[in-house]
């Protein structure tokens, strides 16, 4: 995403509403094409304030795709997507904020400099907050292109948070991070909604994700193959827990028995 998207996103949005019952977010049949090959089908997602959704799935399930398009940045071929800030949310005047894959940052400026720069387009943002909220706070002063994978990661976090805004989009927060700071990520995440704001999120660390989202939506190969609570999905398939339960929700068996498949870690379906 380019520095322009990330200032100016563009989204369906509609007006901001005092009515609590609007979700946040609703996705109707998004569907898209790279070419010949069709990358999601008919998937439709809806959120609201204070929810937590996570999105997971193997390895080009689709998931950045649709995360883009649920954050306003990209169009899809086909279906609507509709940000709505509902409720007495916080972040009036921003409706989301968005963490890409690989976030991006001028070099030459400071993390402060750098937040102080995105901060000049958002209402309220307290950036010293910020970089204290994702842990960035004591190497303010460093430079951003030496910053490490994962801390490049929690300042474009940080530029997500800013403003507070009622909607945030996560595509793979916790990617590069150590185990302490995907805890700390996820406590993060557990605030926002706690607060009322929504959160969408994509994630391979589904440990966390159980703990953490509301509802996790399961892609593959572009499609919806199941949506549910963590404690649904896991009781529907017979797994132990949601990592166990992955590969048999991602093969659509969720009557049999958890399989040699399912028994695959998460790491091993993305690293295969
Ligand atoms: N700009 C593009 N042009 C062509 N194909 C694309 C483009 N972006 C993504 N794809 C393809 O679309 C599919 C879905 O990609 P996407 O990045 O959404 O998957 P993902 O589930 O986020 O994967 P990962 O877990 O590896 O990040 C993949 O097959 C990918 O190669």
């Known amino acids: 995403m380019t520095d322009h998207e990330n200032r100016h996103p563009r989204t369906n949005a509609s007006t901001p509403t005092l009515d609590d019952s609007t979700p946040t977010l609703a996705a109707e049949n998004v569907s898209h094409r790279f070419g010949d090959l069709r990358v999601l089908e008919d998937v439709s997602l809806s959120v609201e304030p204070g929810e937590t959704v996570a999105v997971v799935g193997p390895n080009g399930s689709g998931k950045s ?152 939506l399961v892609l593959s190969d572009g499609r919806v193959v199941a949506d549910g609570s963590p404690r649904e999905l896991v009781e529907r398939s017979g797994a132990p827990d949601l990592q166990m339960a992955f590969g048999t929700l991602v093969s659509g068996d969720e009557d049999e028995p958890a399989s040699t498949d399912a028994r695959r870690t998460p790491d091993e379906v993305v690293e295969q």
């Open 65 to 216: 795709t649709l995360l883009r398009f649920l954050a306003g940045v990209r169009t899809p071929d086909s279906g609507t997507v509709t940000q709505s800030a509902a409720g007495d949310a916080p972040g009036e005047g921003r409706q989301s904020g968005y963490l890409p894959q690989q976030p991006e940052f001028r070099a030459g400026f400071c993390l402060r400099d750098t937040l102080a720069f995105y901060a000049k387009f958002v209402e309220g943002a307290d950036i010293d907050q910020t970089l204290d909220q994702v842990g960035l706070a004591e190497i303010r002063g460093q430079h951003t292109e030496t910053l490490s994978g994962g801390q490049t990661r929690l300042l474009g976090l940080g530029r997500a948070l800013l403003g507070d805004p009622p909607l945030l989009v996560l595509d793979e927060p916790a990617s590069g991070l150590d185990p302490e700071m995907v805890e700390r990520l996820f406590a993060i995440v557990s605030d926002i909604a706690s607060s009322g704001r929504s959160v969408v999120l994509s994630s391979h660390n589904l440990g966390p994700v159980e703990r953490v989202a509301d509802r996790v």
